[in-house]
C-alpha cells in the first residue's frame, strides 16, 4: 500500500437526527465512527477536506482521524449522497487496528493493452473491485491484473486467476468472471446475417435442384408410359388388320 498517510480532523457533535438539516447549512457533513462494539461517535468534518479524503483513501486505504485529542485509524464503509444536489451527506468510518487484519474492497486494474481489444473485440468487465482481508499496512492501493490472455472470444479472467500479494487474503468467489471477451454486437449481427443468407442460398440451390430432377425423373417416366402405350396401340391394329 501507499506509504502517505491520510489524515482528517473531526468535530465532536451533539446535533443528531432531526437537527442535522442546520448543520449542513453550514457546510458541516455528518459523520460516524463505529468501534468494535463500542458506543458509536458522532462528529463532523467540513465537506471540501471530506471530498479530498474520500477521493484519496476511497474503500481500502487507511485514514488517520483525529476527533479532539483522540486519533484512530479507519476505513471509510458508507458514504451517502444526495441524489439531487450530488453533495455528501453523511459518512461512516469503522476503526480498526494496526496489529489486526481488516476487510477492505480493493479497485482492480488491467496492467498492460487487452489483445482482444485491439482485435476490434469486445470485453466486457464484471469486477471493478475485490474484497480483501489484511493487516492495515498490508492492504494494497490496488489490484493488478495481466490482461495478456485475453485474446479472443470465450477468453476470461477469474478471481482465482489473481496473483495474491503478500500478506493479504481474497475473500471474493474464486469463479466470479473479472473479464470476458465477447464479439462486438454489430459483428454479431453480421455474422447472423451471413448464416441465415447461407440458409437460404442452400434453400433455393440445393433442395429445388433435387425437386427439379425428382419431377424431370417423374416425366420421362410419364413419357416412357404414354410411348409403350403407343407401342401396344400400334401392335393391336396391326393384329386386327
Known sequence: MSSDTITVELKKRDILRKKLAS???????????????????????????LEKTIATAGRH??????????????????????????????VV?????????????IPIEFD???????????????LDEIEVEALPNDLPDNILVDPSSLKEVG??????????PKGVTILTEGNYPIATVEMPKDQL???????????????????PEEDEADTAAGDDDKDSAEDDNSADESEEQSKES
Not at 485514514?63 to 449522497?81: N, P, Q, T
Not at 482482444?116 to 464484471?126: D, F, G, K
Not at 477468453?155 to 495474491?164: G, H, K
Open 23 to 49: 448543520l449542513r447549512q453550514t457546510g458541516e457533513v455528518p459523520v460516524v465512527v463505529h468501534d468494535h462494539g463500542k458506543p458509536s461517535i458522532h462528529a463532523s468534518v467540513q465537506a471540501l477536506p
Open 61 to 90: 486505504h487507511p485514514i488517520e482521524a483525529k476527533i479532539g485529542s483522540e486519533s484512530r485509524l479507519v476505513l471509510i464503509r458508507d458514504v451517502d449522497y444526495d441524489p439531487r444536489r450530488h453533495q455528501i451527506r453523511h
Open 93 to 105: 468510518f469503522q476503526s480498526i487496528h494496526r496489529n489486526q487484519k481488516a476487510h477492505a474492497e
Open 112 to 126: 498492460g493493452d487487452i489483445p482482444a481489444e485491439r482485435a476490434s473485440l469486445m470485453v466486457i468487465y464484471q
Open 155 to 164: 477468453d476470461t479472467i477469474y478471481v482465482r486467476d489473481i496473483p495474491v
Open 189 to 207: 449481427a453480421e455474422a447472423d446475417a451471413s448464416a441465415e443468407s447461407l440458409a437460404e442460398d442452400a434453400e433455393m440451390s440445393g433442395i
